[in-house]
């Protein structure tokens, strides 16, 4: 019973990240691409989120992250500096550490996009009615919960 039921969930969520990719992401990366190529936008979204939560990454933690070589991460971040979007600075505590973090113009551009999924998301939901969008208020708690959980689990192992 309980293989059945994950077998629906792990369908169902493929299914979903399938129709995010085709009305979120898709429409975004059309928006940023003449700007910005989608593996340093997915850079810049790592380090914006680490700055809110008041961290600092260094260039092995943010390969890391992002599951790339730093070889390959040098080239991006070489980029992203090109177009002033971020910063690179030694770590003052261990001058071997390269530290990156966005620039205000970089930082400008991810709050711009921000908005523009935002929009994105508000277009797609705003036929939904109250009830609606009080069960997909709940689904999205309940979705982040989970993935919480994904997470502790992965930082364990």
């Keep these: 019973m309980k293989d059945k039921k994950i ?13 995010l990719d085709r009305i979120l992401i898709r429409p975004l990366e059309l928006e940023t691409r003449p ?19 008041g ?13 790339i070589a730093k070889s390959q991460l040098t080239v ?6 090109a177009k002033r979007f971020v910063v690179r600075e030694d770590d003052p505590s261990d001058r071997r550490t390269t530290r990156i973090r966005l620039s205000d113009q970089g930082r400008s551009f991810m709050d711009q996009n921000g908005k523009i999924a ?15 969008l009080g069960e997909l ?7 982040n919960k989970v993935i919480d959980k994904f997470h502790q689990q992965q930082n364990l192992n």
């Design 35 to 53: 700007v910005i190529s989608p593996l340093p936008y997915f850079a810049m979204r790592i380090l914006a989120d680490k700055e809110a939560s």
């Design 76 to 81: 991006i971040v070489d980029k992203l500096i």
């Design 7 to 19: 077998d629906e969930v792990a369908a169902g969520m493929s299914e979903l990240l399938s129709v």
């Design 137 to 143: 208020s709940d689904a999205i708690d309940m979705f």
């Design 55 to 67: 961290e600092s990454v260094t260039m092995s933690e943010l390969a890391r992250e992002m599951q």
């Design 118 to 132: 935002i929009n994105i998301i508000k277009n797609f939901i705003s036929d939904l009615s109250g009830d609606e």
